[in-house]
């Protein structure tokens, strides 16, 4: 009846709006929202502040210079400007001296890495605005718009075994690495740096009518490849300038020493300085 149908309209909006003011909600919010942006470990106090720029509404950031703070928000209860101001301002999300802590920041995901090295590498496709990625959720566990549920690709409090899990820490993003799902997003980008986006050797491309085999066609063709990533060092760098660029652009200059000369050793070892990229990428 027309009675019930308000009733029944006028009790979800209740408990709508008790979820909504929960005391709980503002901490949930603030916990995955801040791991979503890329600190799985905050602070309790970080937390508090993002929850109160929800609860308040508002967030006021004073700046290094001493000046007038800046205010984020409307000052209405569940303001999501304020609370990602909060989220980005706070100096724990920008200090860099936490990234010497090794329980500060969070795993890349395995499709924010993907994209991540195509873009770094300069990928470039003949003509296409879409890239033809093919069953990357089959082998790394993540593709845009294929959440398995409405959970997301992890789970918020999941805590790997090992020094993880004793330190009484938590790694959402490393539920998707599992052993198969770190060999295929190893597979399909060595794939890509050899063949470019195809199907060779496990790659992320669907197959390309009209081509042989992928064995084929030796590294470095691209017969069968839907694009391919395209960066080269500048002119006259040394081995040593090379190998540089590429850990910065690759791993935000993270990569040791001795990894640097292991990968320069392949480098100079390498027939031409094609191949010799070609192996320092993988």
């Given amino acids: 009846s027309r009675a019930e149908r308000r009733d029944a309209y006028y009790e979800t909006e ?19 929202l801040i791991q979503r942006f890329g600190i799985s470990n905050p602070s309790p106090r ?23 703070p800046v205010i984020f928000g409307s000052s209405k209860y569940g303001d999501l400007a304020a609370m990602c101001a909060a989220i980005l301002l706070e100096p724990e999300a920008r200090s860099p ?11 890349k995901e395995p499709l924010t890495k993907l994209i991540g090295f195509m873009r770094s590498m300069e990928y470039v496709g003949p003509d296409r605005k879409i890239v033809p990625l093919r069953t990357v959720m089959d082998k ?27 330190a009484s820490l938590v790694s959402p993003e490393a539920i998707t690495y599992t052993a198969p799902n770190i060999i295929g997003l190893l597979n399909g980008m060595f794939s890509l740096i050899k063949w470019g986006l195809s199907d060779c050797e496990y790659g992320f ?11 084929r066609y030796k590294e470095g063709v691209w017969t069968k490849s839907w694009g391919r990533i395209t960066f080269e060092p ?35 070892n390498a027939n031409d300085n094609n191949a010799g990229l070609r192996l320092a990428q993988q």
């Fill in 14 to 32: 209740a408990a709508l709006e008790h979820y909504f003011h929960h005391p709980n909600t503002a901490p949930f919010l603030a916990l995955r």
């Fill in 46 to 68: 970080y937390i508090q502040v993002v929850a109160e720029a929800f609860t308040d509404g508002v967030y006021k950031w004073n700046d290094e210079n001493g000046d007038d």
């Fill in 97 to 107: 001296l936490l990234d010497l802590d090794p329980s500060f920041g969070s795993l």
């Fill in 140 to 166: 790394i566990g993540q593709m845009a718009h294929d959440i398995p549920s409405v959970f997301s690709f992890f789970l918020s409090e999941y805590s790997p075994s090992g020094l993880i899990k004793t």
């Fill in 205 to 215: 491309g669907p197959d390309k009518e009209n081509t042989r085999a992928c064995r």
């Fill in 234 to 268: 500048p002119e006259l760098s040394g081995t040593d300038a090379v190998i540089n660029a590429l850990a910065t652009l690759l791993t935000g200059g993270r990569l040791s020493m001795d990894r640097r000369q292991e990968i320069a050793n392949a480098y100079n």
